[in-house]
Nanobody, 128 residues
Framework: QVQLVESGGGLVQAGGSLRLSCAAS???????????MGWFVQAPGKDREFVAA???????YYADAAEGRFTIVRDKAKNTVDLIKNDLKPEDSGVYYC???????????????????WGQGTQVTVSF
């Protein structure tokens, strides 16, 4: 069983920056180091949407809206993955979820149903 705990959410003004962190507890999962880590966001009334992902081999994937503004980084030794968010916009607001999944076809990386474990989420609000 894998447990994910997010932190770092809050209220920030447009144009500001925020860093979200996700700590993973993998117990006896010896293959967890091969898992892909990622972030999704869910705004009120909307579906959960892909933001960014980082594979165990270091490949990164970003949603178009995140490209150039957000950076995903991973510390394998600490089992953490951070999402560094710059130049925030009000439309970036929502609950951000950390997720992880076993290695699989990258074509499915933006599909939330293709992820295996989820954190409880952390709220990010970007004001005008």
């Amino acid at each position: 069983q894998v447990q994910l705990v997010e932190s770092g959410g809050g209220l920030v003004q447009a144009g500001g920056s925020l860093r979200l962190s996700c700590a993973a507890s993998a117990g006896t999962f010896t293959t967890f180091s091969t898992y892909t880590m990622g972030w999704f966001v869910q705004a009120p009334g909307k579906d959960r949407e892909f933001v960014a992902a980082l594979t165990s081999r270091g490949y990164t994937y970003y949603a178009d809206a995140a490209e150039g503004r957000f950076t995903i980084v991973r510390d394998k030794a600490k089992n953490t993955v951070d999402l560094i968010k710059n130049d925030l916009k009000p439309e970036d607001s929502g609950v951000y979820y950390c997720a992880t999944r076993r290695p699989r076809n990258a074509n499915t990386i933006t599909d939330p149903y293709q992820w295996d474990y989820w954190g409880q989420g952390t709220q990010v609000t970007v004001s005008f």
